[in-house]
């Protein structure tokens, strides 16, 4: 489970063209192989980019992990604007993030640990030597930021726990056996955490040339997103400062003194909208805030992200008001007349722009394409993040009116794999609501020839499948499969009506959606309708397991981290929120729960179910999964029950990785194809 946005016609503005793209038919001219489970291995991640003051440099991490040593790793890159060989700047084999130029462009600092050692604040000269860290927190950092000037910095530092404190001052080893949990929060656990404490995360400054810190706010609240305002001499950020933040998602924006020397002293709150308020910007002039905000309490988590400014002592504008899309990520051009900002739309995730006052969204990079993380403008030069159908994300420039690729990290790798076409589909769902799909086809499609399909089905459920490389829907079409990747209702990227109409209604219209996707490959000729496959990992799951109750039309089916008897999540997961708000509480409201939830309707189930999940996950627990798998294997259904040891709500075990695919495929080609396949388990 979980959330983010955006569709409708803008203004062309700046549509361009991107200078790389890895074209199917390219691939397949030059392809020596289809796509493999280990090929997870060899594709690498690459995030963050970060341009230099001068413009001169963009620095960025690449990350993967090592099937033979089970561990990731990330390092920084840097690479000229002007193209070329790309330096790394950290060594192989460790994990770092959250590279940061110092203003003057001479320093690179990040995020990274030694060992077992918490994650510091390191900076390395970008001429060479080796990085040395600037931070020696017990409790490690979480995130930074550089004054303007170079001379501070802003940590994001949580509280540190009572026997690390302890080990510091008398240099004394904690005790072996852990102490046991004291829960005074209500909301008291935490996928990736465990349980909570009243430990908060606040913000600190740091001077670089003394190396003092001083703590600038405090409280019973978690403070995040730092910004410097342009002079230096004040910090936003991010904070919900209610009487009881667990119980609400009213964050807001807040000002504080970068030179606060008491810690519980007054801060200014800038924004002061119920839902919730992020991501501040400063203007060049200092003048205003630009900030993500959230207007329709009532919609919760189904709402649209609006651009909102905040001009000192005013009410905040929404700039975005008649823009029914999700909008991320603003930040003010140099020159202070324009705000990009992320924007999510109908399959697409562009970078747009809008005047700082008001007025026409323009797209800047836009099309078949997904924009993710960005940089601030320097000199007419922007850095972005770009994954494409046949190409995981790389970092390209945009300059005006063209967009280039900078970085060429897989494209060594590429170029021996034949990828499968990608083409987005649009068709009507059974009340006549327009519905858009990708379809992934097998490497080689011919066509008059049906093939097996997966109806492979999306987290959120606020979420939207796009125009960026999906190596799991690569990996099933290399395998003969056609895959369908709808956005049902639900989804975000189409409105906030189109959202929230599963209100209250999980498995309601969003099934609906799923089954016209089906029903439109198999009438395209695509699909074989008695080879279907279907699932989904957490909401993919979840949709997946009333599909299973609602239909026969599969074969075959994977659940991956899902909920089956809602009302044994309340407690017991992390939503607890969301939970309440949308179906209320269940000893007053029980019995939304009980329609809503597929258990109570499992012996319909004819579907051979393999139901995976990872121990620890608390997103979406896996009692889910146990449950399921018990109450069909009492009524005699076929069913697999896998749990990773150790594992959250994503797994991140390399082997684990492997082994979920490889199960994947074996149940879909022994139930979905009809082949006699041993699962990983059996003999062969």
Same mark, same amino acid.
Not at 355 to 382: C, H, N, W, Y
Not at 603 to 610: F, S
Not at 645 to 663: C, I, M, W
């Given at each position: ?33 289809? %796509? ?6 060899? =594709? %690498? ?9 001068? #413009? ?10 090592? %099937? ?54 390191? &900076? ?122 667990? &119980? ?40 205003? =805030? ?77 099309g078949q394409r997904s ?135 999980w498995g309601g219209p ?33 949709? &997946?397991?009333?599909?299973i109750t609602k239909t ?18 309340? #407690? ?23 329609? %809503? ?88």
């Amino acid at each position: 489970m979980r959330r983010p946005i955006a569709a409708c016609t803008f203004a062309a503005g700046m549509l361009l063209t991107s200078m790389s793209g890895i074209a199917a038919d390219s691939n397949e001219a030059a392809a020596a192989r289809a %796509l493999t489970v280990d090929d997870q291995f060899k =594709i %690498l991640d690459v995030g963050d980019p970060q341009i230099s003051p001068d #413009g001169r440099w963009v620095a960025y991490t690449v990350s993967g992990s090592d %099937l033979e040593k089970e561990e990731s790793f990330s390092r920084v890159w840097m690479i000229s604007t002007t193209g070329g060989t790309a330096i790394p700047m950290t060594d192989k084999g460790k994990s770092v993030s959250r590279p940061r130029w110092s203003p003057d462009g001479k320093y690179l600092a990040f995020l990274g640990s030694r060992g077992e050692d918490k994650t510091q604040v390191w &900076t390395l000269f970008r001429e060479g030597g080796d990085a040395v860290p600037v931070t020696e927190f017990t409790q490690g950092v979480k995130s930074f930021e550089w004054s303007p000037d170079g001379t501070r910095m802003v940590l994001v530092i949580q509280d540190p726990k009572p026997e690390d404190q302890k080990k510091e001052e008398d240099g004394k080893e904690k005790k072996k056996t852990a102490p046991p949990w004291v829960i005074t929060r209500t909301q008291f656990k935490t996928d990736y955490v465990g349980y909570l404490d009243s430990r908060r995360t606040h913000l600190f400054v740091l001077d670089m040339d003394s190396k003092k810190t001083t703590q600038i706010t405090s409280g019973d609240f978690d403070d995040s997103e730092p910004a410097w305002s342009p002079d230096g001499d004040m910090i936003a950020f991010t904070s919900n400062r209610t009487d009881d933040p667990d &119980t609400n998602y009213n964050t807001d924006i807040w000002v504080v003194a970068a030179n606060n020397e008491d810690k519980d002293g007054e801060l200014l709150q800038i924004t002061t909208n119920p839902g919730p308020d992020a991501s501040p910007a400063w203007s060049p002039d200092g003048a205003s =805030i630009a900030c993500v905000s959230v207007t329709d309490t009532d919609a919760m988590l189904y709402a649209t992200n609006h651009l909102a400014v905040v001009a000192e002592g005013g009410e905040a504008t929404l700039l975005t008001a008649e823009l029914d899309r999700n909008v991320s990520n603003p930040r003010f051009s140099t020159d202070g007349e324009w705000i990009f900002f992320g924007l999510e739309d109908s399959g697409e995730q562009s970078l747009a722009r809008i005047p700082a006052d008001g007025g026409k969204v323009e797209l800047v990079i836009g099309g078949q394409r997904s924009v993710g993380s960005f940089t601030r403008e320097v000199k007419g030069v922007m850095a972005a993040l770009i994954s494409e159908p046949h190409l995981p994300p790389e970092v390209f420039l945009w300059k005006g009116m063209l967009v280039e690729q900078l970085t060429h990290t897989n494209d060594e790798f590429l170029a021996g794999i034949t990828l499968g076409a990608v083409e987005k589909v649009r068709f009507n769902s059974q009340d006549g609501t327009p519905i858009e799909a990708f379809v992934v086809k097998p490497p080689g499609f011919e066509p008059g020839t049906r093939y097996p399909a997966f109806l492979r089905i999306h987290g959120g459920p606020q979420s939207q499948y796009d125009y960026s490389f999906h190596f799991g829907a690569q990996l099933f079409a290399a395998n003969g499969y056609v895959v369908v990747m709808p956005n049902p209702r639900g989804s975000t990227g189409y409105g906030q009506d189109f959202c929230h109409a599963i209100w209250r209604d999980w498995g309601g219209p969003d099934f609906e959606d799923v089954m016209a996707a089906v029903d439109h490959v198999i009438e395209q000729g695509w699909a074989d309708p008695d080879r279907l496959g279907v699932g989904g990992w957490s909401y993919g799951g979840i949709l &997946t397991n009333h599909v299973i109750t609602k239909t026969d039309r599969f074969k075959g089916a994977y659940t991956g981290a899902s909920a089956t008897l809602y009302v044994a999540n309340y #407690g017991h997961d992390m939503y607890q929120r969301w939970w309440v708000q949308e179906l209320g509480l269940p000893w007053r409201d029980r019995q939304i729960w009980e329609d %809503l939830s597929p258990f109570n309707k499992v012996e319909e189930i004819v579907t051979p179910v393999l139901i995976v999940g990872g121990e620890k996950d608390w997103n979406v627990p896996i009692i889910n999964s146990e449950q399921l798998y018990q109450a069909l294997r009492h009524l005699g259904k076929t069913a697999e029950l896998v749990v990773y040891p150790g594992e959250f709500h994503g797994l991140s075990t390399p082997s684990y990785n492997k082994d979920v695919f490889e199960r994947f495929l074996a149940w879909f080609d022994r139930y979905v194809k009809g082949n006699e396949t041993p699962s990983p388990d059996e003999p062969s």
